[in-house]
């Protein structure tokens, strides 16, 4: 699929939450612990700091590896810049794949940017480790399923859908949420149900 544009706008708040994240653990910018909420880094609970600080190492051992092998550094914006560029679109590819259970996808991913194993390692891992924290905080990233020739996507990813020029609204099946029967089971047959 080929993007429109290239734009924090034209992301959903999982997205945007993800970037942000990304931006400010290889920038080295942290927010510190916030009593009165729980949280830290923003939006994430404080028993995620321990991830966030690993996934912060890694982000640091890849640029680390980088420039001792002389190869060009993490080509990432700042935490208020609208543009993306490709490494980011790339990043937030990889964390898609890390929360699908693509570990595998996520190596193919950064592969085509990183020919080294030991950065790929390192940044898979804070891929890995950041798509855990936005999972554990009920962010999952939206990832447009192709099934019987029509796009399936869930309810909440249609801002997002704008942005791709091969999908047309007459080719989407939308997921949206399903009332529960009185048992707590879901009234949609089990044929229709589509997990994600």
């Known amino acids: 699929m080929t993007r429109l544009s290239l734009s924090l706008s034209d992301l959903c708040c999982c ?3 993800a970037l942000w994240s990304i931006r400010c653990l290889v920038s080295h910018y942290r927010l510190p612990n916030c009593p009165e909420t729980k949280t830290t880094d923003g939006l994430f609970p404080a028993c995620f700091r321990p991830a966030l600080d690993a996934a912060e190492g890694a982000f640091a051992d890849a640029t680390y590896h980088l420039r001792l092998a002389e190869r060009p550094l993490l080509t990432v914006n700042a935490p208020g810049m609208q543009s993306l560029t490709p490494l980011e ?24 940017a990183f020919p080294d194993r030991f950065v790929q390692g390192c940044l898979a891992m804070a891929l890995t480790l950041l798509a ?65």
């Open 15 to 17: 997205e945007r939450l």
């Open 89 to 112: 679109e790339r990043f937030l590819k990889g964390i898609v794949a890390a929360q699908n259970e693509g570990q595998r996808e996520v190596f193919v991913i950064l592969a085509e």
């Open 132 to 196: 855990d924290c936005l999972a554990g905080a009920g962010h999952w990233l939206p990832r447009a399923l192709v099934h019987d020739e029509k796009t399936i996507s869930g309810g909440g990813a249609l801002s997002s859908i704008s942005r791709w020029r091969s999908v047309s609204p007459s080719r989407m099946r939308v997921l949206w949420p399903q009332d529960n029967g009185p048992l707590g089971k879901s009234m949609m047959p089990e044929t229709d149900r589509v997990m994600h």
